[in-house]
């Protein structure tokens, strides 16, 4: 997309038994980000045995611009944004933009846009928003979750800017295919557009509200899930993560003592340091072992 062009976008969303959230997110895009009026939703339900197609399809039915692609059977993240990938592609790359929000989290107004701004520059290939938890103070792992995310923050705003696909958008001529034995796609996609030249940009007024897990054993699960993805794509491409690179690991430490210097914080930085490197520990031995978690275990606690 050239600067100044005219561009042409979709919203791609992978959504697996979501009835609860979906219509929250469905409205949302549809009244409170001020879209494009050809700008097309393209939904995949990938075995999903609730109601969330049938919403999919009640938007459709009733003149919007919300399109469902169903999957009998639940092949995982992956292969559900090679069906988006490929619906797009399909049309001879009319779609410029495609922008990548989870099922289950909200954008704040506005934040589409703010999003798709910076890929008016022919030289930005992708651009990712800032999550924020709505996870409250109670609990240890709410302030894990609280200082994982705000470390996220600092870091794109340092310049070693993460793709996070809790919300960001992509250039979809730039990603063709994704391998579908993935455990996590976003640093694929990212090692993609790096390597073919394109800059990714950090947009932190582009927020995305999410829920992170409230309990360790669903928090343990999906940072053991997050680590093996990383260590998977780093063996398969060479590619490292900023988030995943040893020489962050001072300035992780200095920015999460900023963050909680109360007996409280201080515990969640030391209950979040070890929770990592177990998580990263299993993760290797899980690899080594060819396990990998292409199809996500649905963690209840991180729905709204």
Same mark, same amino acid.
């Given at each position: 997309? &050239?600067?100044?062009?005219?561009?042409?976008?979709?919203?791609?969303?992978?959504? =697996?038994?979501?009835?609860?959230?979906?219509?929250?997110?469905?409205?949302?895009? $549809?009244?409170?980000?001020?879209? $494009?009026?050809?700008?097309?939703?393209?939904?995949?339900?990938?075995?999903?045995?609730?109601?969330?197609?049938?919403?999919?399809?009640?938007? =459709?039915?009733?003149? !919007? +611009?919300?399109?469902?692609?169903?999957?009998?059977?639940?092949?995982?993240?992956?292969? %559900?944004?090679?069906?988006?990938?490929?619906?797009?592609?399909? /049309?001879?790359? &009319?779609?410029?933009?495609?922008? !990548?929000?989870? %099922?289950?989290?909200?954008?704040?107004?506005?934040?589409?846009?703010?999003?798709?701004?910076?890929?008016?520059?022919?030289?930005?290939?992708?651009?990712?928003?800032?999550?924020?938890?709505?996870?409250?103070?109670?609990?240890?792992?709410?302030?894990?979750? #609280?200082?994982?995310?705000? !470390?996220?923050?600092? !870091?794109?705003?340092?310049?070693?800017?993460?793709?996070?696909?809790?919300?960001?958008?992509?250039? +979809?001529?730039?990603?063709?295919?994704?391998?579908?034995?993935?455990?996590?796609?976003?640093?694929?996609?990212?090692?993609?557009?790096?390597?073919?030249?394109?800059?990714?940009? =950090?947009? +932190?007024?582009?927020?995305?509200?999410?829920?992170?897990?409230?309990?360790?054993?669903?928090? @343990?699960?999906?940072?053991?899930?997050?680590?093996?993805? #990383?260590?998977?794509?780093?063996? *398969?491409?060479?590619?490292?993560?900023?988030? =995943?690179?040893?020489?962050?690991?001072?300035?992780?430490?200095?920015?999460? $003592?900023? *963050?909680?210097?109360?007996?409280?914080?201080?515990?969640?930085?030391?209950?979040?340091?070890?929770?990592?490197? @177990? %998580? /990263?520990?299993? %993760?290797? #031995?899980? $690899?080594?072992?060819?396990?990998?978690?292409?199809?996500?275990?649905?963690? +209840?606690?991180?729905?709204?």
């Amino acid at each position: 997309m &050239s600067e100044g062009a005219c561009a042409r976008v979709a919203i791609g969303i992978c959504a =697996y038994n979501e009835e609860e959230n979906f219509p929250k997110l469905l409205d949302n895009l $549809l009244t409170r980000q001020d879209l $494009l009026q050809d700008t097309e939703i393209l939904v995949n339900c990938s075995g999903s045995t609730d109601s969330t197609p049938q919403i999919a399809k009640k938007f =459709y039915d009733n003149s !919007l +611009p919300v399109r469902l692609i169903f999957e009998n059977k639940r092949r995982g993240k992956a292969n %559900a944004l090679n069906r988006i990938f490929d619906e797009i592609h399909g /049309r001879g790359d &009319s779609v410029d933009s495609l922008v !990548l929000v989870n %099922a289950d989290d909200l954008p704040e107004p506005g934040s589409i846009n703010r999003l798709l701004q910076p890929l008016y520059n022919g030289k930005v290939g992708a651009t990712t928003g800032r999550p924020m938890p709505i996870n409250g103070s109670g609990n240890i792992c709410d302030n894990i979750v #609280h200082l994982i995310w705000y !470390l996220h923050h600092r !870091l794109n705003l340092r310049g070693c800017i993460k793709m996070s696909g809790e919300l960001c958008a992509v250039r +979809p001529d730039l990603v063709r295919n994704i391998p579908a034995s993935l455990a996590t796609d976003e640093p694929y996609v990212e090692m993609l557009i790096r390597r073919q030249g394109y800059e990714i940009v =950090y947009v +932190p007024d582009a927020v995305v509200r999410m829920k992170g897990p409230d309990n360790f054993r669903e928090l @343990f699960n999906q940072r053991r899930r997050i680590c093996v993805g #990383h260590a998977q794509i780093r063996a *398969m491409t060479g590619f490292v993560a900023s988030t =995943y690179e040893l020489r962050k690991i001072p300035f992780l430490l200095r920015e999460s $003592l900023k *963050m909680g210097t109360t007996p409280k914080g201080l515990s969640a930085i030391l209950a979040g340091v070890f929770l990592e490197i @177990f %998580a /990263r520990l299993i %993760a290797l #031995h899980d $690899l080594r072992g060819g396990k990998i978690p292409c199809i996500w275990e649905r963690l +209840p606690s991180t729905k709204p």
